[in-house]
């Protein structure tokens, strides 16, 4: 059997192919793996000398630090937005980021997606959008999907099994949705029904179905005496999603809120001088706490 010379149109082809393009990234992306595994292949565990003792033993008692996360072409004078982990392959996280105002020509908007398991520091996944990402999550109810909440209000979505870096479904710019920055998602629910929960810092809350982008669901304007709350963080209780807490600025004041939605009230609230990054609903003894992390 004689191999057939191709001709270098056919290669050219080939090679700018779809399905090439993806068994190329795919395959590259193990042997990147493979050859960053920090394995000693020598290693004799039948070896009962001192010496070979002490170093086992200084080997399990040195604190190393771990592998340090970035892209010299995606993550470089970009500022970190979020990170977020994901529930259904928990050596996965992402980063969202800013824009590089040193790269006018590339997208404002990133995220990458990290691998914990392996000592490669290349990212598994780089997705972009044209607005700076604010924030971004993973859902465990659709764990091959991102979610971002972009500066423009647009929330975005990117298919880890789409071969593309752009979203495949994103938000209108309009009155029915979002048009200030989206720094709070989160998807509440059950795997049969759930909602993307999306809070602005003009204060509007849109709940919205993952599959359909298209408009929001519903709308709530979130207000503290009468006033449209600027949302810095956001979570809710683990098993009761109607009821959140939420982490808002009021002029130079911070104020930690909870919200019962099934109910038409002032929210309880409690305050301080200090900004809140982050908020986490903690159960703890049967009983669930609030807890806010102040800087």
């Known amino acids: ?29 193990i042997m990147e793996r493979a050859l960053a595994a920090g394995y000693d292949v020598t290693e004799d565990y039948a070896g009962d000398s001192d010496t070979e003792m002490e170093s086992a033993v200084a080997k399990i008692s040195k604190l190393e630090a771990g592998p340090c996360f970035m892209d010299d072409k995606w993550s470089r004078h970009r500022c970190v937005t979020s990170l977020a982990w994901s529930q259904t ?23 990458l997606l990290w691998n914990l398991k392996y000592q490669s520091t290349a990212p598994e996944f780089v ?14 109810f659709h764990p091959r999907l991102v979610i971002g909440g972009t500066y423009s209000g647009q929330i975005v979505l990117w298919d880890l099994r789409a071969n593309k870096r752009t979203p ?19 998807v509440v629910g059950s795997q049969n029904a759930h909602n993307l ?13 993952v599959d359909m982008l298209s408009q929001p669901q519903d709308r709530m304007e979130l207000q503290y ?25 009021r002029e130079s004041f911070f104020r930690e809120l909870v919200w019962d939605l099934s109910r038409a009230f002032t929210p309880n609230s409690r305050g301080t001088v200090l900004p809140f990054p982050g ?17």
Not at 13 to 26: G, H, N, P, Q, V
Not at 197 to 209: A, E, L, N, Q, R
């Open 225 to 249: 005496q009468t006033k449209p709350i600027a949302c810095l963080c956001m979570d809710f209780r683990a098993e009761i999603s109607r009821i959140f807490s939420w982490a808002a600025r």
């Open 127 to 140: 997705f972009h959008c044209q607005s700076a990402v604010m924030s971004a999550t993973f859902t465990s």
């Open 89 to 111: 392959f928990p050596e996965l996280f992402l980063s969202s980021y800013h824009m590089n105002e040193e790269a006018k020509f590339d997208p404002d908007g990133v995220v």
């Open 279 to 295: 908020c986490i609903s903690i159960r703890f003894r049967g009983r669930e706490r609030i807890s806010a992390i102040c800087f």
């Open 197 to 209: 929960i999306s809070v602005s810092t003009d204060g509007k809350m849109c709940s919205w179905s």
């Open 1 to 29: 059997m004689t191999a057939v010379e191709l001709s270098d149109e056919t290669k050219k082809d080939i090679m700018k192919s779809e399905t090439f393009l993806s068994f190329f990234d795919r395959t590259t992306r």
């Open 168 to 186: 495949v479904q994103r938000s209108p710019l309009s009155a029915n949705a979002h048009t200030h920055p989206v720094y709070c998602l989160r």
